[in-house]
């Protein structure tokens, strides 16, 4: 089967040097659910701009997620406070908060998660989104240092040729031993037509120039976790 939502997200973004992977995958998931469920056609939802919580940790992915739910909800440019300046400047800019502005937060029910201990569940789980709502899911990796070289992904993505990881790890622990920190990216469709070729299409936030215009391709089981939206 196959399926894909690569139609409804937006434009690919560039996170530069700023841990932020996490922050932009979910508000990216979040935002694509909402249009795709009937809320304005274009949303920029906006997570937080504290580095404690943006950064790129294993702990972070929890932390948004919780963020997303119907006691809080995101918020968009229109009504964020805060306008992004950059490190390393003392000053930052604020905006008035509007009197009403919890009526023009967005929210999801809920996102449920699957760890690296029941990872075998997560193909079917995917299967079954891409089978039926294909909606975006955040696919958490180790990148390694031969899928971060943009050429190396681009490969991936038009040859059909998904990433897997040279050795399996047996724990998140040993998995960031062997290729390095966890990484937040979106999963956009997945396609198991081709025998031993099965894999999911990513969008990462590396820019148009990492992969095949910010996208590429990797196994099912590279993912450490994967957490899975409920409108």
């Known amino acids: 089967m196959e399926g894909s939502c690569k139609q409804h997200t937006l434009a690919v973004t560039q996170q530069y040097f700023e841990s932020h992977c996490h922050l932009l995958a979910m508000a990216d998931m979040t935002g694509t659910v909402l249009r795709m469920t009937g809320e304005p056609e274009y949303i920029n939802l906006y997570l937080s701009c504290m580095p404690m919580v943006d950064g ?34 003392k000053n930052f800019n604020e905006k008035h908060y509007q009197r009403e502005w919890w009526k023009k ?37 180790c990148m390694s240092e031969v899928f971060r070289d943009g050429e190396y992904a681009r490969v991936c993505a038009v040859n059909n040729e998904p990433y897997k990881h040279p050795e399996e790890p047996k724990s998140v622990e040993h998995a960031i031993e062997l290729y390095g920190p966890e990484h937040s990216v979106l999963i956009v469709g997945v396609n198991t037509l081709s025998d031993g070729k099965h894999y999911c299409e990513i969008k990462n936030t590396w820019g148009e120039e990492w992969g095949d215009g910010g996208f590429s391709k990797v196994a099912f089981e590279v993912f450490n976790s994967v957490l899975f939206p409920s409108p």
């Open 56 to 89: 790129c940790v294993t702990t972070v992915t929890q932390s948004i997620a919780y963020c997303t739910w119907k006691n809080l909800g995101l918020e968009t440019k229109e009504t964020y406070p805060y306008e992004r300046t950059g490190r390393g400047i």
């Open 105 to 141: 937060r967005y929210r999801i029910s809920r996102i449920d998660v699957i760890s690296f201990k029941k990872k075998e569940l997560i193909k079917p789980r995917l299967m079954a989104n891409f089978g039926g709502p294909k909606y975006p899911c955040v696919g958490i990796l």
